[in-house]
């Protein structure tokens, strides 16, 4: 696991998060995470893709296999078909072999997912992560949670129900653009940091702080 976030920018998210609380009810999670998916799937899809397409080449091609097969026997004749057929499935299997385990080890293989892909296991992921760090944690179900994974370049927000009746998804966008552009400009705990002060904003216009509050969840910034 990655890891993004130094011990002075975990401490500034965990302020940031600390300091919008003063003025709320609410409680502010964060959680930044490497992927939210293995994205095992699509590997076996590019996997078999380059199958098929290796076989239309061969077949658009018959002479490659031919010529493939004369080397491997060493020429000595015509090879046989089983040989061929034979030859065919090792090179099928070691270009599926190949292309399956060797997405997983590009650096870049996010921008080869489909960006449509990537958004619904990050939301998927971010859902999960809520039900288990926020969700009814709160005697007034007032939890909500800043999700950032770092290899799909995707965030989500997560709020409790409370939050969801009184605030309408739009409100969030302020939050997150101004997550998203810190971390363009390559200050992610920044952006955390500046993210959690526009929710924290939010939350004080629908739940300000009453004087029975207590801080039900930890502050501090989990990286996974």
């Known amino acids: 696991m990655a890891q993004h976030f130094t ?8 302020a940031a998060v600390a300091q919008a609380e003063q003025a709320t ?5 964060t959680i930044v995470t490497d992927w939210s998916d293995h994205y095992h799937d699509v590997s076996l899809y590019y996997a078999g893709a380059v199958m098929l397409a290796a076989l239309g080449v061969f077949a658009a091609f018959p002479t490659m296999l031919d010529a493939m097969t004369a ?7 015509a090879a046989a078909r089983h040989i061929e057929l034979a030859l065919l499935v090792v090179v099928q299997a070691l270009l599926f072999l190949g292309v399956r385990f060797g997405f ?13 892909v990537r958004g619904r296991r990050v939301r998927r992921r971010a859902v999960q992560f809520y039900k288990a760090s926020a969700e009814k944690r ?7 949670l800043l999700y950032l994974s770092m290899a799909e370049h995707r965030a989500e927000i997560v709020a409790d129900e409370a939050i969801v009746g ?6 969030w966008g302020v939050a997150m653009v101004a997550l998203i552009d810190r971390i363009r400009d390559g200050d992610p705990a920044g952006g955390m940091a ?9 939350l004080a216009t629908h739940f300000p702080k009453t004087h029975s509050d207590t801080n039900e969840l930890p502050d501090r910034l989990i990286e996974l």
């Open 104 to 116: 997983e080890a590009l650096p870049g293989r996010g921008m080869l997912i489909p960006a449509a």
């Open 194 to 202: 500046a993210a959690v002060e526009r929710i924290g904003a939010v």
């Open 71 to 77: 080397w491997f026997t060493g020429g000595w004749g």
């Open 166 to 171: 009184a605030v309408e998804d739009g409100v």
């Open 7 to 14: 011990s002075e920018q975990h401490a500034r998210v965990t």
């Open 25 to 29: 009810d609410a409680e502010i999670v």
């Open 138 to 144: 709160t005697a007034a179900r007032v939890g909500v």
